[in-house]
Nanobody, 122 residues
């Protein structure tokens, strides 16, 4: 059974940083890509970042490029999302997604965590 458990969300001021973690079980980062999506109230779900299982190549949503960095520790079977220069519009529930993929403008994934809230506000 696949489980993806997010942690690290919280309240941060604009311009601040947070690091999200996603601990995976029943799912190996050696075999599958892993990534992050987010959804803000009243908005559609948005792909944030996805990192491949093989060569570590990564993709980012346009709104976070240059500010967010995805990484993974295969030994710990854990993925991370380092978020810098946070803006109020980054406020959303962030979901860890296993077997994520990106094709043109379409993002998807097969396994989902329950999400962690990130709020950017002064």
């Amino acid at each position: 059974q696949v489980q993806l458990v997010e942690s690290g969300g919280g309240l941060v001021q604009p311009g601040g940083s947070l690091r999200l973690s996603c601990a995976a079980s029943g799912f190996s980062l050696d075999d599958y890509a892993i990534g992050w999506f987010r959804q803000a109230p009243g908005k559609e779900r948005e792909g944030v970042a996805c990192i491949s299982s093989s060569d570590g190549s990564s993709y980012y949503g346009d709104s976070v490029k240059g500010r967010f960095t995805i990484s993974r520790d295969k030994a710990k079977n854990t993925a991370y999302l380092q978020m810098n220069s946070l803006k109020p519009e980054d406020t959303a529930v962030y979901y860890c997604v296993g077997d994520c993929y990106y094709s043109g403008s379409y993002w998807g994934g097969d396994y989902w965590g329950h999400g962690t809230q990130v709020t950017v506000s002064s």
